[in-house]
């Protein structure tokens, strides 16, 4: 974790103008063609879910500005994230959090994901990493979603990311699902939620 030094962030003015803003969060919705990693997840016998999880972390992790977090006095650029997911087992609806680290590898995480949470006892889980280096997952497989907003403590430094999906839809003989999104724009704008959109779609492509 680095602390960054704000008089010479290049962010600074973006910062502060929307730091002024008691509601800085924003949301959206968009088609991902997940193909390539329900193609991979058969062949390779894994499960769908964490592996999108996976994949998610991996794209953001490689823009810089999903990795920045306000925590009112200080901003801090984390090196990892860490995904932090709902799930349910079979015949139960009452979900639980399973929270891990992902790795470097995909089929791994996949296996401790399933592991974990099948044995987990407690609704929601902590680890020996920095709690905002969390990002939030939540699934919603039973139904196609449009938009999506998640509960939260109003507080305007909160910048963890919301990611949420619903169920998937066959298109033209592709696999697409809606994505939705929940970000600070005092660290994230629309250029940058871009640049995860490509990489992404580069994670899919190179399974």
């Not at 639980?96 to 399933?114: P, Q, S, Y």
């Not at 099948?118 to 680890?127: A, Y």
């Amino acid at each position: 974790m680095t602390v960054i030094d704000r008089e010479t962030w290049p962010r600074r003015a973006h910062y502060e103008f929307f730091a002024s803003m008691s509601h800085p969060f924003y949301s959206l919705t968009f088609p991902v063609d997940v193909t390539a990693l329900r193609r991979a997840c058969r062949e390779r016998g894994l499960s769908f879910y964490p592996a999108m999880v996976y994949g998610v972390i991996r794209a953001m992790e490689q823009v810089d500005a999903f990795l920045y977090r306000d925590r009112g006095d200080v901003i801090v650029r984390h090196d990892r994230l860490v995904p932090s997911f709902t799930d349910l087992r079979p015949g139960s609806d009452l979900f639980h959090i399973v929270t891990l680290e992902a790795g470097g590898d995909l089929a791994d995480f996949c296996r401790r994901a399933k592991k974990q949470s099948s044995e987990q006892t407690e609704f929601l889980t902590s680890g020996p990493w920095e709690a905002d280096q969390e990002v939030y997952f939540t699934c919603l497989p039973w139904f196609p979603i449009t938009a999506l907003t998640n509960e939260r403590n109003v507080d305007p430094s909160d910048s963890i990311p919301r990611v949420s999906w619903g169920r998937w839809e066959e298109r033209e003989g592709r696999t697409v699902l809606s994505l939705s999104l929940e970000l600070n724009h005092r660290l994230v704008d629309g250029v940058h939620v871009g640049r995860f959109y490509e990489a992404l779609n580069h994670f899919f492509e190179t399974l």
